[in-house]
C-alpha cells in the first residue's frame, strides 16, 4: 500500500487526542513527503485484557496505517517481567513465562479489533533480549546516568514515601529504547506518562549511530471514577471485551466532564461533528445524557457491533428509565448457609477480592434483595431466587444446593 499524502488527515493524525511531538516539524515534513515510515507502538502483556486508556495509542496507530505507514507492534514478553514503571506507586510483581504467554494471546486478539493485525509487523521483545551477552547488557546500560532515571517523578515520589525502586526498573527505558534500535523505529507512539521511556529511545538510537524517532505522545484517559487515569488497579477502568450492557452502562456511568473528551480519543467520529456535539450542549439543544448515550453507542459498536450496541442501549433504556431488571440475568449455583456479604459477593464472581467488596459496600453499591448493604460486617442466609446487585449494571440471581 502506498502512503497517502492528505493535508487534512495529517492534520488530523498529528492533533486529535496528541499531548505531544517530537519533533513535530520534522514528522510533518516526512508524512507530507510520503515517506513509508515504520511507526512503533510497545504493548507489555502484563494483563489478560485491554482496556479503553490503552485504545487512544492503538487507535491513532491506526490511523498511522490508514495513510499506509507500516506499524511495528512490540510485544514486550521480556520487558513484562519487569514491568514499566511509568506512574506506578510501587514495583509490579513479576510475572510468570506462562501468565505473560497467556496474556498476549489475549493483547493480539484484542488488539486486531483496533489496528490490522494482517498488516501489521510484530515482534517479540525477547527475540534479541534473550540472545544478549552480560557485556551486551553493560553497553547499553552505560548510556543512561542514575541521576537521569531518579529524575523521573514516580521514581521521586517512591522515594519520598520509602518504597523500593528496583534496579530491573530503572533499566526498563534503555530495554524500550533498544527496542527501537532493533526494529528501526521512525516514529514512536506512547501515552504521555511514557514520555521519559520514548525519549530514551531517541538517545539509545543516536548512540547506537541509528537516526532519532520521532515521537507521538496521546492523552492519557480518566477511568469512570473521573480523577485517577483508567487501571484495572483502581478499579476504574472499561475492557474492550466488557459485554455490551456492562460496557454501556459503565460509559454512561462516567462524569459529565469527561463526555467530550471520551468522543475525541476513543471514537472515530469526526472533529467538525464533536465540535457541533460540544456546541449542541453548551447552548443547551442536547442535554448530556442523550450525548453519553450516543457516546456509549459509538464505543460498544465498535468493539461489539451495531446490532449488539443497539441492544445494549435498549437494555440499558429498560433498567435506568423504566426501572425494570434486565430480561436476561445470570444465575449462580451456591451451597445453602450463611455468608459474609464479601464471601458472597467473590462467590458470585461479581468482584475478585476483599477489597474490591470492601470499596463497593464503603461506596454503597452493592444491593442484596433489593435492600442497600453498607456494612462490610454484614452476614445473612441465602435463599434461591435472591438478587444481588453490584451498581447500577450488574445483577446476579442465586439458586442454591
Known amino acids: 500500500m502506498k502512503t497517502i499524502v492528505d493535508k487534512q488527515k495529517i492534520e488530523n493524525l498529528l492533533t486529535r487526542a496528541v499531548s505531544r511531538i517530537?519533533?513535530?516539524?520534522?514528522?510533518?515534513?516526512?508524512?507530507?513527503?510520503?515517506?513509508?515510515?515504520?511507526?512503533?507502538?510497545?504493548?507489555?502483556?502484563?494483563?489478560?485484557?485491554?482496556?479503553?486508556?490503552?485504545?487512544v495509542p492503538l487507535l491513532k496507530l491506526r490511523q498511522f496505517q490508514n495513510l499506509g505507514h507500516q506499524a511495528v507492534l512490540i510485544i514486550g514478553d521480556f520487558t513484562?517481567?519487569?514491568?514499566?514503571?511509568?506512574?506506578?506507586e510501587e514495583a509490579r510483581k513479576p510475572?510468570?513465562?506462562?501468565?505473560?504467554?497467556?496474556?498476549?494471546?489475549?493483547?493480539?486478539?484484542?488488539?486486531?479489533?483496533?489496528?490490522?493485525?494482517?498488516?501489521?509487523?510484530?515482534?517479540?521483545?525477547?527475540?534479541?533480549?534473550?540472545?544478549?551477552?552480560?557485556?551486551?547488557?553493560?553497553?547499553?546500560?552505560?548510556?543512561?546516568?542514575?541521576?537521569?532515571?531518579?529524575?523521573?517523578?514516580?521514581?521521586?515520589?517512591?522515594?519520598?514515601?520509602?518504597?523500593?525502586?528496583?534496579?530491573?526498573?530503572?533499566?526498563?527505558?534503555?530495554?524500550?529504547?533498544?527496542?527501537?534500535?532493533m526494529v528501526k523505529a521512525n516514529v514512536e507512539i506512547g501515552g504521555e506518562d511514557q514520555l521519559l521511556n520514548l525519549l530514551a529511545g531517541r538517545k539509545i538510537q543516536r548512540a547506537y549511530n541509528k537516526p532519532e524517532q520521532d515521537i507521538l505522545t496521546t492523552w492519557i484517559i480518566e477511568g469512570t471514577d473521573g480523577v485517577r487515569k483508567m487501571s484495572k488497579s483502581y478499579g476504574n477502568y472499561i475492557s474492550i471485551i466488557e459485554k455490551p450492557a456492562i460496557m454501556f452502562g459503565k460509559i454512561m456511568s462516567i462524569p459529565d466532564s469527561l463526555v467530550i473528551k471520551y468522543f475525541r480519543a476513543l471514537t472515530a467520529i469526526s472533529e467538525f461533528d464533536i465540535d457541533k456535539l460540544e456546541n449542541d450542549i453548551e447552548s443547551g439543544k442536547i442535554n448530556l445524557r442523550d450525548a453519553k448515550s450516543r457516546l456509549s453507542?459509538?464505543?460498544?459498536?465498535?468493539?461489539?457491533?451495531?446490532?449488539?450496541?443497539?441492544?445494549?442501549e435498549r437494555e440499558f433504556n429498560q433498567v435506568f428509565q423504566k426501572h425494570e431488571l434486565p430480561k436476561?440475568?445470570?444465575?449462580?449455583?451456591?451451597?445453602?448457609?450463611?455468608?459474609?456479604?464479601?464471601?458472597?459477593?467473590?462467590?458470585?464472581?461479581?468482584?475478585?477480592?476483599?477489597?474490591?467488596?470492601?470499596?463497593?459496600?464503603?461506596?454503597?453499591?452493592?444491593?442484596?434483595?433489593?435492600?442497600?448493604?453498607?456494612?462490610?460486617?454484614?452476614?445473612?442466609?441465602?435463599s434461591p431466587g435472591l438478587m444481588v446487585q453490584v451498581g447500577k449494571r450488574r445483577f446476579r440471581k442465586l439458586k442454591v444446593k
Open 80 to 88: 513484562a517481567k519487569i514491568g514499566d514503571p511509568s506512574g506506578r
Open 297 to 312: 453507542f459509538e464505543i460498544v459498536k465498535m468493539y461489539h457491533g451495531e446490532k449488539k450496541s443497539k441492544k445494549a
Open 328 to 382: 436476561k440475568i445470570s444465575e449462580v449455583t451456591l451451597a445453602s448457609g450463611e455468608y459474609n456479604i464479601a464471601d458472597l459477593l467473590i462467590a458470585t464472581k461479581m468482584v475478585m477480592s476483599k477489597s474490591e467488596a470492601r470499596r463497593l459496600v464503603t461506596q454503597k453499591a452493592v444491593k442484596v434483595g433489593g435492600k442497600l448493604v453498607d456494612d462490610f460486617k454484614y452476614t445473612l442466609k441465602i
Open 22 to 55: 517530537l519533533v513535530k516539524d520534522h514528522l510533518e515534513k516526512q508524512l507530507n513527503s510520503g515517506k513509508k515510515l515504520r511507526v512503533k507502538l510497545g504493548i507489555d502483556p502484563t494483563a489478560s485484557d485491554i482496556h479503553l486508556g490503552h485504545t
Open 95 to 181: 510475572l510468570k513465562d506462562l501468565e505473560i504467554k497467556k496474556n498476549f494471546k489475549n493483547y493480539l486478539y484484542q488488539t486486531g479489533k483496533i489496528i490490522d493485525i494482517k498488516k501489521t509487523e510484530i515482534h517479540f521483545n525477547s527475540k534479541w533480549f534473550n540472545r544478549m551477552k552480560a557485556a551486551d547488557f553493560y553497553k547499553l546500560a552505560a548510556h543512561m546516568s542514575v541521576q537521569q532515571v531518579l529524575k523521573r517523578a514516580d521514581f521521586r515520589k517512591r522515594i519520598k514515601a520509602g518504597r523500593d525502586i528496583v534496579s530491573t526498573e530503572m533499566l526498563y527505558p534503555l530495554f524500550q529504547g533498544y527496542d527501537s534500535v
